[in-house]
T-cell receptor, first 110, second 115 residues
């Protein structure tokens, strides 16, 4: 079945860039997503990219998609302490059915 | 506008006891989902409703789990009897029926601990 894999942990210094990586298996996914989960909260959609794009930029966020390698990344510029959270990569298996990775815990330190 | 509301936030029960979780989706959202999130894992879909109809329940362990969405709005997820392995966070989400952009709106979840 479909599978989404992510590294589990990333630690960065405040002000640096963070890059969170993800690999997925379903080449037919029309959209790929990044969700953010803060402690004790539900997931919140951060950004998404359509599969015919290779890059999407939204303020401090840059999403890169390499369809050939089935690789998705999320870059957060000027990372702040408020960015500390778990970031989930997800692919869409069928109509609104998302397959999530295990999540990457981002820790931002001064 | 109110988001997805779930209750209870926390529940501790002994194994073999029943438990129920309630979800009120965002007003106007026809699609409702129940996900289970085990510790250190991403959410996994249990069941998806389009209005009152369960259109995808392939991942719901039907021997002990049941769900309903009688009037196409609120939903209840029940586990009877609970087992130790059911300890997890149960997330409810909702989305608009039209389009398939994958934007799901999640509640804060109900954390279940089975002793």
């Amino acid at each position: 079945g479909e599978d989404v894999e992510q590294s589990l942990f990333l630690s960065v210094r405040e002000g640096d860039s963070s890059v969170i990586n993800c690999t997925y298996t379903d080449s037919s996914s029309t959209y790929l997503y990044w969700y953010k989960q803060e402690p004790g909260a539900g997931l919140q959609l951060l950004t998404y990219i359509f599969s015919n794009m290779d890059m999407k930029q939204d303020q401090r966020l840059t999403v890169l998609l390499n369809k050939k390698d089935k690789h998705l990344s999320l870059r957060i510029a000027d990372t702040q302490t408020g960015d500390s959270a778990i970031y989930f990569c997800a692919e869409i298996e069928s109509y609104n059915k998302l397959i999530f990775g295990a999540g990457t815990r981002l820790a931002v330190h001064p | 506008e109110a988001g997805v509301v779930q209750s209870p936030r926390y529940k501790i029960i002994e194994k073999k006891q029943p438990v129920a979780f309630w979800c009120n989706p965002i007003s106007g959202h026809n699609t409702l989902y129940w996900y289970r999130q085990n510790l250190g894992q991403g959410p996994e879909l249990l069941i998806r409703y389009e209005n009152e109809e369960a259109v995808d329940d392939s991942q719901l362990p039907k021997d002990r789990f049941s769900a309903e969405r009688l009037k196409g709005v609120d939903s209840t997820l029940k586990i009877q009897p609970a087992e130790l392995g059911d300890s997890a966070v149960y997330l409810c989400a909702s989305s608009l029926a039209r389009g398939a952009t994958g934007e799901l709106f999640f509640g804060e979840g109900s954390r279940l601990t089975v002793l």
